[in-house]
């Protein structure tokens, strides 16, 4: 099976998870590297993320989560998913 990248991803759900950790992280008006150290992630793997590049994985959306202060279903409804 082929692996999925945000280029794969025809409904743009990484997209909308990405826009909704951006609003929650502009919020709390932390930087792209602020939330990034603090969610133990690199920096512009960060950046990726939040423009729905990359595939997250379940734990990084939990350490982005916890980073943000809140839980993972409440980025995944706030996304649209």
Known sequence: MARISGHQDKDRD?????????????ALALSQEALADAAVIDRSHMGKIERGE???TF???CRI????GCKPSEL??????
Do not use: D, F, P, Y
């Open 14 to 26: 990484l997209v909308k998870l990405g826009a909704a950790i951006r609003v929650r992280r502009r």
């Open 54 to 56: 990359r595939n997250v």
């Open 59 to 61: 734990l990084n959306i």
């Open 65 to 68: 989560a916890t980073a943000i």
């Open 76 to 81: 995944l409804m706030e996304a649209g998913l």
